[in-house]
């Protein structure tokens, strides 16, 4: 059995449909898998209905964008009873408009600024929730650009770029406590100064994500740590249905991996 708890559609930066990430996941041979689009839970209902005719099953939940000491750390939010919580609803409602006044912001300084050709009303269909990678597929469609050339438009380093409004990893895990879901930090492995690990641990995460793509040498780190803090392991691919993110299926948990999750969440295997 494979378990992927980590992967995103169109209802964030994703690229593929609720219906196109279930049919990779079954050519993935992915048994289960979570819809963690960020800071959006759009898809989730939707996506849970579809499933049943593709023989996958979906649990609902979200990645929250949080911030610590200056650095994007991200929280991955499983709910349990594979119930949507009010709060996660509300929450996502009032970042969609946060995100997209930030997105048109950001397109006219890249219109004003560097000259791009920019298309605002195309960008705001493509997604309830605006990232970053929205916005640096979208100058790279208009402007005949490569991603990697993109993404230094939309790097904090860029003169166009506008910080996103995020909070704080305690405000972070309060709301997600406080609402009942399972919260695991994501891909520490991508967390440019590892002393932060150990300090965000302390916060109370219920877990943590040790089998990410490209970093699976890390994984004993990060195992040893889930032991030493006593708390749940986790995997996640980070699906996109991009080029720039690796295919639903590439870090799964086994079935006796994810058990402990599963009865965290009442969910039934």
């Known amino acids: ?14 690229i593929f449909t609720e219906e196109e990430l279930l049919k990779s996941a079954k050519e993935n041979n992915v048994d289960i898998f979570a819809l963690t689009d960020h800071d959006s839970v759009f898809g989730c209902d939707r996506i849970v209905e579809l499933s049943k005719k ?9 990645e929250l964008s949080t911030n610590f000491k200056g650095e994007s750390i991200h929280v991955v939010c499983l709910f349990k009873d594979n119930i949507i919580p009010k709060e996660m609803v509300d929450f996502s409602i009032d970042y969609k408009e946060k995100r997209k006044n930030r997105a048109i912001k950001m397109l006219h300084n890249l219109n004003e600024i560097y000259g791009f050709k920019i298309d605002i009303d195309s960008l705001l269909k493509e997604s309830e929730v605006i990232t970053r990678a929205n916005i640096m ?33 305690e405000e972070g895990l309060k709301l997600a406590k406080s609402s009942g879901c399972l919260t695991i930090l994501a891909h520490p492995c991508l967390i440019k100064n590892q002393d932060y690990v150990k300090e ?22 990060y195992t040893k740590l889930a032991k030493e803090y006593n708390i749940l392991i986790s ?19 086994s079935k006796e991996e994810f058990l402990p999750i599963a009865n965290k969440l009442n969910f039934k295997l």
Do not use: Q, W
Not at 1 to 14: A, F, P, R, V
Not at 200 to 221: K, Q
Not at 235 to 253: M, P, Q, R, V, W
């Open 1 to 14: 059995m494979k378990i992927d708890l980590h992967n995103h559609s169109i209802h964030s930066d994703g």
């Open 54 to 62: 593709y023989n996958v099953r979906v649990i609902k939940g979200m």
């Open 137 to 169: 597929r979208h100058i790279a469609k208009l402007n005949n650009l490569s991603f990697n050339e993109a993404k230094k438009y939309v790097s904090p380093d860029s003169k166009a770029y506008i910080p996103s409004t995020k909070i704080s990893v």
């Open 200 to 221: 965000l641990l302390d916060f109370g995460f219920d877990g943590i994500e040790v089998r990410y793509p490209n970093y699976l040498d890390m994984e004993d780190i």
């Open 235 to 253: 995997a996640g691919s980070d699906s996109h249905g991009d080029t720039t993110h690796e295919k639903i299926g590439t870090c799964t948990l």
